[in-house]
């Protein structure tokens, strides 16, 4: 089976509403002739409306960051998945480490996001991914398999269709330090059997794959040469529309 590849774009706490939508002409105009890859783009909660006026009639899809799992009530910040959802947002970022490291977020709070987000019929972009240390210390497949069996606990066959698996090496994140594709490899397979070994081959087979960290338009293409790697999740490299095109573009570089 051939997986559609998938680049999408985490704008993390970076952009205005008036940035935002300066960055969303930019891509538009980029990437308009781009065809057999998927793309999105996650700009921060207050930019999402704009950004999504912008994109009427693109191919381009639009994602958040995060939410909470309740429906509605008194949680004061907190965003719903019906929010989301009216908003026209088609993915949810979840996990990502950045949440995980600076705002509390455990497998079991990952995994009640994450159901709340596909009852909702929204898809999941679902991050996981080892710190130096557990690397270092040898522990990278167990804590790989700890955060898939714990984050997507109760997750039906039929639900896994639509999540995306981000997988994040911690300590790649914004500093420069790319896992080789090698790296990325063995951990993308590792998920991959994981899949299958918790659903079904057919499943595991069409789940995509995202590798995340550091990537840019110099390592893209040795990233998405390997057979498990099925797209990207782009932070910094995404806030300029030069860049992040040219990451969507991979094929042609
Ligand atoms: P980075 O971020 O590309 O800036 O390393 C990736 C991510 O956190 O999704």
């Not at 659903?199 to 110099?218: H, K, N």
Request: charged fraction near 30%; hydrophobic fraction near 40%.
């Amino acid at each position: 089976m051939k997986r559609m590849p998938f680049i999408a774009g985490n704008w993390k706490m970076n952009k205005t509403v008036s940035e935002s939508i300066d960055l969303i002409k930019q891509l538009k105009a980029d990437l308009s002739r781009v065809e057999g890859v998927e793309v999105a783009v996650a700009p921060p909660f207050t930019a999402l409306y704009a950004v999504r006026k912008e994109l009427e009639g693109s191919p381009i899809q639009l994602a958040a960051q995060n939410l909470f799992w309740e429906e509605k009530g008194a949680f004061t910040g907190e965003i719903a998945p019906t929010m989301l959802k009216e908003l026209g947002c088609h993915y949810v970022i979840l996990g990502h480490s950045e949440r995980r490291q600076f705002f509390g977020e455990t497998d079991e709070t990952v995994n009640r996001k994450t159901r709340a987000t596909l009852k909702q019929g929204l898809k999941v972009i679902f991050c996981i991914g080892e710190t130096l240390k557990e690397r270092e210390a040898g522990k990278t497949f167990a804590v790989i398999q700890r955060q898939v069996t714990g984050g997507l606990k109760d997750i039906s066959k039929e639900e896994m269709r639509s999540v995306v698996v981000a997988y994040e090496p911690v300590w790649s994140i914004g500093t420069g330090k790319t896992a080789t594709p090698e790296q990325a490899e063995e951990v993308h397979r590792f998920i991959r059997k994981k899949l299958e070994e918790l659903y079904s081959r057919e499943i595991a087979e069409g789940v995509r794959i995202q590798y995340g960290g550091s990537v840019t338009p110099e390592n893209v293409k040795g990233l998405m040469g390997q057979e498990n790697i099925d797209g990207a999740l782009v932070g910094g490299a995404s806030l300029k529309s030069e860049t992040f095109s040219k990451i969507v573009r991979f094929k042609e570089m």
